[in-house]
């Protein structure tokens, strides 16, 4: 007889209960899975792969609604690191009381023992069929949070932990092995993911679910169905599994992506119950409008772009400096035209730190930008935006002499000597995006400003917005690692 297995995924979330413009919302999400588990009510698996703190409701109720969806089990993201140990650990303490938490590949700095309440895998059974699910977060990790975030933990390689715990699944049983991982990877078929499967080949890893990075991605290679996608829930990934009773094993894979945004999926009356009691306290930010949008505001992710330009220009002109940058890793793809609300902000950009300020010479801005346009760096992390100065970069020269000159606004060349005001997020003012070795030159002093804040007076002040560019960013060529999704 064979056996029907599947097994649903979805990673980066955010707690995006609310249906908008872009997201379809808990409740048809819930409906997408649904349809998929009433038509195999005793095969079908729901598994998380991770970021689902990083919202407004950011507490008990996120794992609530995880639990309304019957999630079957979750792993760490990196964004679960974000607020520190107790902030961790007290999520952990939330979401384990409903479904397992996993994450084999950190551990305590202090004694190498699991973080408090976490599981390294799950046996789930399905159709009497018992399924393996270890769970690892990306090892980059530790440099996507602030450094005293992840300061009381450490990240252990993945390959040797997946070596490790693999066998103890099978041992107890375990005829399906699935990988729930926060790992990136690109279309292109590189990054974590595939650097990490090539060195586990041999273990015949029956799914490897990865996260973190958007865009979806579904398919069966090397015998392994590799799926990414469901960003706040447009999409869901599948995995069907047939399996074969006698011979006891896998015989067959397919791999599928569910479109939840654009499909033929409803309503449920509880969840919609339960969205609008956990978002209530919240409705200023969705109602209350403080600017216009003439048109769609774009965030480009490897070049100069009209969103990069307008939320650098407003956390700048908050700090009174001479100069800001910020990641646009933790940037959303676009302001939409029309009303903009504090919830257009938050979408924008997902952090709200404060900002930081220091003092830096014109020397030390080659240095920052050389580092991050180094292909490796490059590649996982893209552009910086940045506001206050221009700057030309040659793509098509070698790593290190990419920086062709930086000017003042008046197109005068930046003094290395000169002194200037500089603002940043606290994340990279901690060495986010792989500078720390660069941040950590400096003296960052802590200025009573969230992001958020400096964008929404930015926004007031102005109006009535456009998608517009100055020129700030000039290229040559194009990036030799290049893996930005827009």
Not at 55 to 65: I, P, Q, R
Request: net charge negative.
């Amino acid at each position: 007889m064979i056996r029907k297995i599947d097994i649903l995924a979805h990673a980066d979330y955010h707690g995006q209960f609310r249906e908008d413009d872009e997201n379809p919302g808990l409740s048809r999400f819930f409906s997408a899975i649904e349809s998929v588990r009433n038509r195999n009510p005793q095969g079908t698996l729901l598994l998380d792969a991770g970021d689902e703190s990083k919202c407004l409701w950011h507490g008990k109720a996120v794992y609530e609604g995880l639990k309304l969806l019957k999630t079957d089990a979750m792993v760490l993201g990196n964004h679960e690191f974000d607020a520190g140990r107790e902030d961790l650990e007290q999520c952990i303490q939330w979401g384990s009381s409903y479904y397992p938490m996993l994450c084999a590949n950190v551990t305590y700095r202090e004694n190498d023992r699991l973080i408090a309440g976490i599981k390294p895998y799950a046996i789930l059974e399905r159709e009497g069929i018992r399924i393996g699910v270890l769970g690892l977060t990306s090892a980059y990790t530790p440099f996507m949070v602030e450094k005293s975030s992840f300061a009381d933990f450490k990240i252990l390689d993945s390959a040797e932990t997946i070596r490790h715990y693999v066998p103890k699944m099978r041992e107890e049983g375990a005829k399906i092995i699935v990988l729930l991982t926060h790992f990136p990877f690109y279309p292109n078929e590189t990054g974590e993911l595939f650097e990490c499967l090539e060195q586990i080949k041999d273990l015949d890893i029956d799914v490897f679910i990865g996260g973190h990075i958007p865009g979806d991605y579904a398919t069966v290679k090397q015998r392994c169905a590799i799926v990414k996608g469901g960003f706040h829930g447009v999409s869901l990934c599948r995995v069907t599994l047939y399996f074969d009773d006698e011979k006891r094993e896998t015989v067959s894979k397919e791999a599928e992506i569910i479109d939840v945004k654009n499909g033929p999926f409803g309503y449920d009356d509880r969840i919609d119950t339960f969205v609008k009691e956990t978002t209530r306290d919240y409705e200023y930010y969705f109602m209350d409008v403080i600017a216009e949008a003439e048109e769609d505001i774009a965030m480009r992710l490897s070049a100069e772009s009209p969103m990069g330009d307008l939320l650098s220009d407003a956390m700048r002109k908050a700090a009174g400096t001479d100069f800001g940058y910020f990641n646009c890793t933790s940037c959303g793809r676009m302001i939409p035209k029309g009303p903009l609300t504090r919830y257009s902000i938050q979408k924008a950009i997902a952090f709200n730190e404060k900002l930081q300020v220091t003092e830096m010479k014109g020397s030390d801005l080659y240095d920052l930008f050389e580092l991050v346009h180094r292909p490796e760096i490059f590649g996982n992390n893209a552009e910086l935006m940045f506001s206050g100065l221009k700057i030309k970069i040659d793509h098509t020269r070698p790593a290190g002499h990419k920086v062709v000159w930086i000017k003042d606004l008046n197109g005068t060349d930046v003094d290395p000597d000169r002194s200037m005001s500089v603002v940043t997020s606290k994340y990279m003012s901690t060495g986010g995006n792989g500078t720390r070795s660069f941040a950590e030159r400096f003296c960052w002093r802590e200025l009573d400003i969230k992001i958020h804040d400096a964008i929404a007076d930015y926004l007031l002040r102005k109006g009535r917005i456009k998608g517009e560019t100055d020129g700030r960013y000039e290229f040559i060529g194009s990036p030799e690692n290049d893996n930005s999704p827009w």
